[in-house]
């Protein structure tokens, strides 16, 4: 299938509100195609959002405005104050300085130059082949994009975040870094900066994936997503519990 045909499908199956979001990192001298905006300042969590509405977004050390993001990225160094852990501990991230400096070392991040831009759009507009593709949603939907991932030869995911830079370190620069799928719950960041419902969060899955993936997503729509949201196990309980409540 297409990439346009094959977020179509996506969305169709789990129901998802926005289309798939597609993800590629630029090397130093690549050239960003026709139509992709850096006019504007953003996070990177941003760049999702105005991807959801149908923008093409380039950020780069011009415009990226996390700093977070940025050193992930490899666009900056990581500012002394993120590094040293006083600037979440000051937001009430964390309870001492130490704390968030043990978060902000072990985060994951490009080496510096690495990366000169990453683009951002809908699955369906994007001219590349996405290194990362997120999905945003309610937890169950995602839950049957996790499942796929394993639908052919079994095995566990192990999501790792350190709940801080949920968009563009957990499930952007893992996948891409380490080859895997990755989910987490969100983070102050996005929740913040973004319209990101409460009620919704964010996975990421490795380019290379994402057909394996979709094709899985066809089975499970056969039987296992349609009976499980069926909820037929608590039905029957409820019943039997609303039966035995009238003999009492």
């Known amino acids: 299938m297409e ?18 979001l597609a993800v590629k990192f630029l090397k130093p001298g690549d050239s960003a195609p026709p139509g ?14 105005m991807a959801k509405r149908g923008r093409k977004v380039l950020l780069s050390g011009e ?12 666009f900056k160094p990581l500012p002394e104050k993120l590094a040293r852990g006083e600037m ?15 978060t902000m070392e072990l985060m994951p991040r490009l080496k510096q130059g690495e990366c000169s831009g990453v683009l951002v759009t809908s699955l369906e507009q994007a001219e590349f082949e996405p290194n990362v593709v997120v999905l945003e949603g309610e937890p169950e939907k995602l839950t049957w994009a996790a499942q796929a991932d394993t639908f052919d ?4 995911h192990s999501f790792e975040t350190g709940v801080l830079q949920a968009t563009c370190i957990d499930v952007t620069l893992v996948p891409y870094v380490k080859g895997k799928l990755n989910a987490n719950l969100g983070c102050y960041g996005c929740r913040d900066g973004t319209d990101i419902p ?10 290379s994936h994402l057909e394996r993936i979709a ?17 037929g196990a608590y039905l ?10 009238c003999g009492d």
Do not use: W
């Open 3 to 20: 990439k346009s045909e094959i977020g179509q499908r996506i969305v169709a199956i789990l129901g998802l509100e926005c289309s798939p």
């Open 36 to 49: 992709y905006d850096d006019s504007q300042k953003l996070r990177y969590c941003q760049s999702l959002m």
């Open 63 to 74: 415009n990226i405005t996390c700093p977070a993001a940025a050193a992930g990225f490899g």
């Open 88 to 102: 979440m501990h000051v937001m009430g991230s964390f309870a001492t300085p130490a704390a968030a400096a043990t």
């Open 153 to 156: 030869e079994g095995g566990r």
């Open 198 to 207: 409460c009620t919704e969060t964010v996975l990421g899955l490795p380019g």
């Open 215 to 231: 094709g899985a997503l066809e089975k499970l729509a056969e039987k296992a997503i349609p009976r499980s949201r069926a909820k």
């Open 236 to 245: 029957s309980l409820a019943a039997r519990d609303e039966q035995n409540s």
